[in-house]
């Protein structure tokens, strides 16, 4: 009889505990799958172990000599670095040079070019604390020298040039982050830049920097209207004559980014038109029939980016269009790439890292509601109580169905349970459902519908499935279903990290978080 088996896995600095009810799998090949499907891993890895005689980590080869407590460490594959230079009449810049980085094996040579991440797209979310960049020679020396009278006499800086190169460079930097920051994120920046410069803090006003909020609110709208007559595709699509006729009001229809999404409405990458990309679309469409051949695939959607989003955004079709035109994106591989892509943040890592480390205290608090709420909690965790040895699947399942009754929202708007019914059956009662996850057991299935139409199937758990929900409705542009709007605000806020400066999160929201990290 096959025994329990548990391992030590150090991933990213992180020790994680891994266990194998039915013993160590037979192959290396097994046991990575079950290792990055445990740990929800997108990426190639390998596997290495520690030798106990040698005290040091050793590449894993066969899993015979594995045991119980056994230490393993995940090593991600060698990352290739492969640059392309686009030749142009006049001389070269920095930005001629593109820089691309794809997982993948050794070679002899490559002939192939991969843009993972195009050079015309932002490459990470808002940051936590802004940085605040290096300005001119002359800006830096006067406000070095500013910095020190106000430290030894309290007086301030007060120089217009200085204040102009200041407001240009900030705005510059903040453009490269988002094109429409809101209250908070300037009050971010002011904030930086007067602990940075303390010379710059104006006399009489309440915190020292008002003044610089409101000058950053009218630089940033300056700074667009210049981008904008550069041709900058995510500001010209607010302009009036991208309106329809009955909507050519200034503040009416705007499409910006409400999620922290980073690269919202990209332009396309230098050398592509509408017309080249919709060749390589059709391209895709053929490639996505063909098996093994993800890593074209992945390199022909990255390069596509930039049209489905000006579909998704500025069209708004229905899904089964989209599943239509883009066949290839309804995968959850793929899902993961397209949310990365908007919002530079990984997606199945980012959230189930999240989801584990504070599971433990959100269990805690779910235990300790009363009332109807807190008995419909404690009915779902008698799935936990009843099975000391539940996977850890099984815990993100729970905590999550847990999570959306206490932000005082059903289950069942998120997770439909069918009981000996097949998925094609499954698949006819919800063409009705304009989002849900429906969940099959005897035959087991995971699935995920929107618009009636069936998007995902094949998924491991319904924790996954909540998961690539929230990354489909990034992908799609999508609203939050509307009964669930509180749960969706804990996936995006808590468990993904987006969007914190955005306006004030829900008092739901605002008391679990208080709750957790008290």
Request: glycine share 4%; proline share 7%; aromatic share 8%.
């Amino acid at each position: 009889m096959e025994q329990l088996v548990r391992f030590r896995v150090l991933v990213n600095h992180e020790a994680r505990k891994v266990t194998f009810s039915n013993g160590v799998p037979s192959t290396v090949a097994e046991l990575v799958a079950a290792i990055k499907e445990q740990l929800s891993i997108t990426t190639p890895i390998t596997l290495h172990y520690k030798d106990k005689e040698f005290d040091d980590f050793f590449t894993l080869t066969s899993t015979e000599e594995l045991k119980d407590k056994d230490t393993l460490k995940v090593v991600d594959e060698p990352v290739t670095v492969v640059l392309s230079v686009i030749p142009q009449e006049s001389t070269p810049d920095a930005a001629d040079v593109m820089c691309s980085c794809e997982h993948e094996s050794h070679s002899s040579s490559s002939d192939t070019v991969i843009l993972s991440q195009p050079p015309s797209e932002r490459q990470s979310p808002w940051p936590a604390v802004f940085p605040i960049p290096v300005f001119s020679h002359n800006t830096e020396l006067a406000l070095r020298q500013g910095n020190e009278i106000y430290l030894r006499e309290g007086t301030p800086l007060t120089s217009p040039r200085v204040k102009s190169d200041i407001l240009e460079r900030l705005a510059e930097t903040m453009f490269a982050y988002t094109a429409y920051p809101n209250d908070e994120q300037r009050c971010a920046v002011a904030q930086a830049l007067v602990d940075k410069h303390p010379c710059l803090k104006e006399p009489g006003s309440f915190s020292g920097m008002y003044g610089w909020q409101q000058s950053l609110k009218y630089k940033c709208g300056n700074y667009r209207t210049q981008r904008k007559a550069l041709g900058s595709p995510e500001l010209l699509i607010n302009s009036l004559k991208h309106k329809p006729d009955d909507g050519k009001k200034p503040a009416k229809n705007i499409k910006k980014p409400k999620r922290a999404e980073v690269n919202y409405f990209p332009p396309h990458q230098p050398g592509e038109t509408d017309e080249t990309l919709e060749n390589l679309r059709l391209e895709l469409i053929t490639a996505s029939k063909r098996k093994d051949n993800v890593k074209t695939i992945n390199d022909m959607m990255a390069r596509t980016y930039s049209l489905r989003r000006q579909e998704v955004v500025a069209q708004s079709p229905m899904v089964p269009e989209l599943k239509e035109r883009w066949p290839a994106l309804f995968d959850p591989f793929q899902i993961n790439e397209e949310f990365r892509r908007c919002t530079a943040v990984p997606l199945e890592p980012k959230f189930m890292f999240e989801l584990d480390r504070h599971s433990p205290k959100l269990m805690q608090i779910f235990s300790d509601k009363g009332g109807a709420v807190g008995q419909r909690i404690k009915n779902l965790m008698m799935e936990l109580i009843q099975d000391s040895g539940v996977s850890s699947s099984k815990k993100r399942d729970v905590t999550l169905k847990c999570l959306t009754e206490y932000m005082g929202e059903s289950v069942q708007d998120l997770i439909t349970d069918f009981h000996g019914v097949a998925e094609t059956d499954v698949h006819k009662t919800l063409e009705a459902a304009s989002m849900m996850i429906y969940q099959c057991q005897e035959p087991d299935a995971v699935g995920i519908v929107i618009d009636g139409t069936p998007v995902l199937t094949g998924i491991t758990s319904p924790s996954r499935a909540c998961c690539l929900l929230i990354g489909t409705i990034y992908a799609l542009n999508l609203e939050y279903p509307a009964k669930l709007p509180k749960t969706f605000e804990v996936f995006q806020r808590l468990f993904l990290g987006l969007d914190t400066l955005r306006p004030k999160p829900s008092s739901k929201f605002i008391t679990l978080r208080n709750k957790l990290f008290s």
